[in-house]
């Protein structure tokens, strides 16, 4: 006898969809982008224990984390932009299923290559975070877009932060497999879950594999706004990357002498973002994400000179690391914010793939910041690494005074700016 399946039809008409996404949804979605990123992020926090674990060198066990991030970077490029082209519960199902696989692999790894190949597999199918942010617009009204997009990004951020502190305490107690278990037993779960309440959805485009691919790439030429959006956030999350790799060596150095653990305490303190994210969602439906923007990237510059004090190490020097730090995170999150609201007014049928080019260009900054900030720090130390991201600031800061000189309307230009800008391609703010 066969069970009748209870979950209503896809939903083409956007109006009705948007009433199936209520408030229940929109925080299990944004757990599911917790537990997702978080898989990326507890490798760093173990790779100690999974060197003692496998009897390797710590620098071969630093190989985890990379094939982690290698697998994520190439999982946005080749499989985000499925987000445009099947239905998203099943995919979204589909891909939490294949990690939690993945790391149930990665836990019983007898040695350094299956971890690798496991955790490459991890990082390629926990993508569903870009996915998720890009169908939740589609399925919420406009002017909830940003408030909802800053929720959900609330969730990667608290699995970024809380992901690095409990892999560390369960890594130290439990061993390195502990947590890989633990994070193959909630993705799993959240994919049973996911299953029964996400709304049906039927995909925008029909386009062939190859050519959603492709289109990422024409879409980067094809909207300008896409382009300055990509700027600001590449620029940015490259002070924001330069800064974290100068901070461990700033921290672990002759000037405080502590842990690496102290890093991770560091980065614990800015949980407070969490917070904010949703509230600068608020500002940018309110008030248009070029008003965001603006406030974002002058915060950037003032982190960078209250970072600054941390050079002179002692208490002073620590709060300064401690404020400077928040306030970055904190401008830095909430710009994302403001670029997605902006991102997802452009192109209804597409928003997966202009999350792919935006997120591509986001992720490419943040590995030149990287490697920017280790040889800042290692050619004129800490207060290099402030002055990079002051730097970097200030070319967002440019490009941004030069839109909103072009568009003409100032500060205005928020949200009618943006009306502009879309209707000059012949679309409706929101790419109908």
Known sequence: MTVPDRRPAAVPDDDLARVRLSRRTILLLALTCGVAVGNIYFP??????????LHIGAGSAALVVTATQFGYAAGIFLLVPLGDRLPHRRLVVALLGVTGLGLLGASAAPALPALAGASALIGLATVVAPIIGPMAAGLVPEDRRGVVSGTL???????????RTLGGVLGEWLGWRAPYLLAAALTLVLAAVLGRALPPTSPPSGQRYPALLAESLRLLRAEPELRRSCFYQATIFAGFSAVWTGVALLLTGPAYGLSIRAVGALALVNAGTMVCTPVAGRLADRHGPDAVNLVCVLGVIVAALVLAGGGRGGTVGLTALVL?????DVAMQSGMVANQVRNYALRAEARSRVNTAYMTC???????GSWLGARAYGRAGWWGVCALVALLAVLALIRHLVALRARGSGLEGGVAGSERATTSTGRSPGGR
């Open 44 to 53: 760093q926090a173990i790779s100690p224990s999974v060197a003692a674990g």
């Open 324 to 328: 400077g730090s928040l306030l970055l």
């Open 153 to 163: 990004l609330s969730g990667s951020i608290g699995g970024m932060l809380l992901s």
């Open 362 to 368: 986001a992720y490419l900054g943040g590995s030149a």
